[in-house]
T-cell receptor, first 118, second 113 residues
Framework: ETGVTQTPRHLVMGMTNKKSLKCEQH?????MYWYKQSAKKPLELMFV???????ENNSVPSRFSPECPNSSHLFLHLHTLQPEDSALYLC?????????????????FGSGTQLSVL | TQLLEQSPQFLSIQEGENLTVYCNSS?????LQWYRQEPGEGPVLLVT?????EVKKLKRLTFQFGDARKDSSLHITAAQPGDTGLYLC?????????????FGTGTRLKVLA
């Protein structure tokens, strides 16, 4: 148990569906992240939030829409996805934003949501 | 351009064997972390190395940070099936005046009983 909880663990959706992924951290951290992990590809950073404000969007298509209502919760809203969006979506948190000032931060990850788009 | 290359990409060994995984970059890292990810789970932090030349041991795992802080290695002694997983290095990289936290390409290890 890392203190970061993601739901659902598995999700199958059609290309016309709308769904949301949820992430909650109980560690008192200020930064939260969404990563995409596809087979045979390195972890891809999607979004970074620091103190509820989005600080990074790595050219992610608009069919992925993040929301961070407070420092403990992070959502990823999905709509009109493509089959190539099938992947493991990982949420992570850290005390301060990793990579901001060489703070030697470490990330705590949830178990991920395995998404399949049909 | 991948800034953190790991090798080998895949490794399948017998229980009891030793192995070394490498993480290489042409850039300097202020610190570097190693994570292990088991199937169906997120990565879990194993260790952080900060000082060039630093060596850290975690039971049968030995981590080394290169003197120039551009590379790192992970050595596992007498591997066990429980060591199976994806090993990822990651760290703070200064590039073009900004810092980014990036992950390596990963090494997928399978230890056979």
């Amino acid at each position: 148990e890392t203190g970061v909880t993601q739901t659902p663990r598995h999700l199958v959706m059609g290309m016309t569906n709308k769904k949301s992924l949820k992430c909650e951290q109980h560690l008192g951290h200020n930064a939260m992240y969404w990563y995409k992990q596809s087979a045979k590809k390195p972890l891809e950073l999607m979004f970074v939030y620091n103190f509820k404000e989005q600080t990074e969007n790595n050219s992610v298509p608009s069919r992925f829409s993040p929301e961070c209502p407070n420092s403990s919760h992070l959502f990823l809203h999905l709509h009109t996805l493509q089959p190539e969006d099938s992947a493991l979506y990982l949420c992570a948190s850290s005390h301060a934003r990793a990579g901001s000032l060489a703070t030697n931060e470490k990330l705590f990850f949830g178990s991920g949501t395995q998404l399949s788009v049909l | 351009t991948q800034l953190l290359e790991q090798s080998p990409q895949f490794l399948s060994i017998q229980e009891g064997e030793n192995l070394t995984v490498y993480c290489n970059s042409s850039s300097v890292f202020s610190s570097l972390q190693w994570y292990r990810q088991e199937p169906g789970e997120g990565p879990v932090l194993l260790v952080t190395v900060v000082t060039g030349g630093e060596v850290k041991k975690l039971k049968r795992l030995t981590f080394q940070f290169g003197d120039a802080r551009k590379d790192s290695s992970l050595h596992i002694t007498a591997a066990q099936p429980g060591d199976t997983g994806l090993y990822l290095c990651a760290g703070d990289l200064r590039s073009s005046g900004t810092y980014k936290y990036i992950f390596g390409t990963g090494t997928r290890l399978k230890v056979l009983a």
